[in-house]
Nanobody
């Protein structure tokens, strides 16, 4: 089982990036998929999650209204559209999958069923 994240890079404040995560090795339609991030010197934190069957999306307060998560269930792919980026969004972004409701992801923390390797996002001021 593998979660392959891509799309990170360097962008100026106010710019946009789109992250992608492709899952392979099993079917993830019954899994919640989403994103966490870890900034230098900080703990990994929840960013966004997309529930199974399109039953809800959830966001951290810090990205609400700026980031949008979307998903293709047939392709086991999840995207994170990041707009109006700020320097404080600089972090390594990780794709994750878990069977538990995305509503709880901000509480579950690092206890995800599957993790992808991170992709670096750097926002310059």
């Amino acid at each position: 089982v593998q979660l392959q994240a891509s799309g990170g890079g360097l962008v100026q404040a106010g710019g946009s990036l789109r992250l992608s995560c492709v899952a392979s090795g099993r079917t993830f339609s019954s899994y919640v998929m989403g994103w966490f991030r870890q900034a230098p010197g900080k703990e990994r934190e929840f960013v966004a999650a997309s529930n199974w069957g399109g039953h809800g999306t959830y966001y951290a307060d810090s990205v609400q209204g700026r980031f949008a998560i979307s998903r293709d269930f047939a392709k086991d792919t999840v995207w994170l559209q990041m707009n109006s980026l700020k320097p404080e969004d600089t972090a390594v972004y990780y794709c994750a999958a878990d069977t538990r409701d995305g509503f709880s992801w901000h509480l579950i923390g690092n206890d995800m069923d599957y993790w992808g390797k991170g992709t670096q996002v750097t926002v310059s001021s």
